[in-house]
């Protein structure tokens, strides 16, 4: 009775609970992890020997160590070796190469930031001491950070399950673990080379573990933050990267951090941040500003392009939603010969079937503003529509020279990598494409496909099952405002992602 109450009144109280974590780590609890945190202050509670909340709260707010064993209740480390594996494997095999050859004496210095366990930054010393040898120990300086001091006292330990392998090439686990235990591993004297350090990311100041680096993996650790506290901490650890420097998020958390304070790069299909210097950032700054006005207006602008569409096939189809586009965006012109009416009357003439005059009309308009992206992209759509591949892709290649990241142009590329049977550059496109926004499922429609042709079952259930996942929570709706023309309606690709998993599933 006694527990009861103590619980319905530490509910009562989360707010402040609530409060004082997000002012202090960054953490916000809303729907399920209400829960998390309602039981985390209760067991708190009662193991203290606490009856109220506010007593608790007052406690947490004068000793640090209840503070920081409450903190390892509620923080979430999932994690593993090799994990996004992309990442490091462009780090080790180009990245590291490049800052090495431009050095002479300084150790390259590798940040971790949120490093749970540690599988993290012990996965990039064994990368580098495979390729590097016994020389990566003097030629990198390696550190892990985490607000949670229970893991970090299990990363220097270097104790790990099953579970944290799940990811990682067999003969590397071997040549580096040593069991210690039943379903225990230990890693041997590599993890000398990793130095750990409990660290809250949203202090002012961090310690002189994180100081200068050259690389800072930030991965999967801002979702767990709000968007004023994600800005609030990248540009903190902008801030201590050096210059030229380099910041992976994980792919999920790409977008968000695409602020304007580092730049969003992409190099072989994986997209980083990088600390360029300073006349780089303002020529990036005024080609932004020569943006059409349109462009400039649109949320996000042309950077965070946020199209779903892709050019498949049946004009017919395409011409419907073409039209909603067209209707959407008609009440913002203003005025009648701007390259935006001119675009409408280009989607009016394609509409109606007048091709050829639809692209003079777009030729006419990107002339008047090469950075008119929607004049590009509907250029693109005709010639996919027909079959003009090669004309296409020399659109997408326009259009990312205005707009790297316009997620339409790297599904466009896919589809016609795909349509001249290169299924490397296929995969390479659509996984540039979920990079730019995770919940494209025409990106993921399209891999499963391929993947499907090429047998690789696994990879291609986990494609269809995304792509089902974002039709079946709506994004069938967005297709309203796309203008490229599909191949089929949401109802009928949801349909085709069913029949594959089932068939899957039996063969
Ligand atoms: C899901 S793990 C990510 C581990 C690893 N980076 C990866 O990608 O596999 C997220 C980690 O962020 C840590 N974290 C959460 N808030 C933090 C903060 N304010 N400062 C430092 N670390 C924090 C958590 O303790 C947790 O271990």
């Known amino acids: 009775m006694l527990d009861r109450r103590k619980s319905m009144k530490a509910d009562r109280d989360l707010d402040r609970f609530k409060e004082l974590l997000l002012s202090s ?38 000793d640090q160590d ?4 409450f903190i390892e ?66 030629l990198f300086y390696i550190a892990g950070t985490d607000i949670d001091s229970s893991v970090i006292a299990r990363a220097k330990q270097g104790i790990y399950g099953k579970g944290s392998f799940r990811s990682m090439d067999k003969a590397i686990q071997d040549r580096y673990f040593k069991m210690c235990g039943p379903g225990a591993y230990q890693l041997g004297d590599i ?17 002189a573990i994180m100081q200068q680096p050259d690389i800072i993996l930030y991965r999967n650790v801002s979702i767990y933050f709000p968007p004023q506290v994600q800005r609030e901490i990248f540009g903190r650890l902008a801030l201590i990267l050096n210059e030229g420097g380099y910041l992976f998020v994980g792919a999920t958390e790409t977008l968000q951090h695409n602020i304007g304070l580092l730049t969003l790069m992409n190099r072989d299909s994986v997209f980083f941040y990088r600390k360029i210097p300073g006349v780089i950032i303002e020529e990036r700054r005024s080609a932004k500003r020569n943006l059409s006005p349109r462009e400039q207006s649109k949320p996000g602008s042309s950077r965070q392009t946020n199209y779903g569409g892709v050019p498949a096939g049946a004009v017919q189809s395409g011409i419907r939603a073409i039209r909603a586009v067209a209707a959407s965006d008609a009440s913002s012109v203003t005025n009648s010969r701007d390259p935006k009416s001119l675009f409408d009357d280009a989607l009016e003439l394609a509409i109606s079937r007048r091709m050829d005059d639809a692209l003079a009309l777009l030729d006419a308009i990107i002339e008047q503003d090469g950075s008119f992206i929607k004049a590009h992209s509907l250029k693109g759509s005709i010639f996919m529509s027909a079959s003009r591949f090669q004309e296409a892709v020399a659109v997408c290649n ?29 995969q390479r496109r659509f996984r540039e494409a979920i990079y730019l926004k995770s919940s494209c499922w025409l990106a993921h429609f399209y891999l499963a496909e391929i993947l499907f042709g090429q047998g690789d079952k696994n990879r291609a259930r986990t494609g269809y099952e995304a792509a089902l996942r974002v039709l079946e929570n709506g994004s069938s709706l967005e297709l309203s405002r796309e203008y490229f023309p599909l191949s089929y309606n949401a109802e009928q690709y949801m349909a085709i992602c069913r029949h594959k998993l089932s068939l899957l599933k039996n063969g």
């Not at 990793?194 to 310690?207: G, Q």
């Not at 205005?402 to 490397?424: F, I, K, N, Q, W």
């Open 191 to 207: 993890r000398h080379q990793v130095h750990f350090e409990v660290v809250n990311l949203k202090d002012a100041l961090y310690p």
């Open 73 to 138: 209740l509620l923080t979430v480390n999932e994690t593993y070796f090799s994990r996004e594996n992309d990442h490091l494997k462009l780090l080790v095999d180009k990245i590291i190469p490049e800052i090495l050859s431009q050095r002479e004496t300084r150790p390259v210095r590798i940040v971790s930031a949120g490093c749970s366990t540690g599988e993290e930054p012990y996965s990039i010393a064994m990368m580098l001491a495979e390729r590097f040898g016994e020389d990566s120990g003097r």
């Open 398 to 426: 326009a259009i990312l020279s205005h707009d790297p990241l316009c997620l339409e142009a790297y599904l466009m590329l896919g589809v016609t990598a795909r349509h001249s049977g290169d299924d490397d550059d296929a």
């Open 66 to 69: 209840e503070f920081r064993r």
């Open 25 to 62: 780590c960054g953490m916000f609890f809303t729907n399920e992890r209400e829960l998390t945190l309602s039981s985390a202050v209760t067991q708190r509670m009662s193991q203290r020997g606490i009856d109220t909340a506010e007593l608790y709260h007052s406690l947490l707010t004068t």
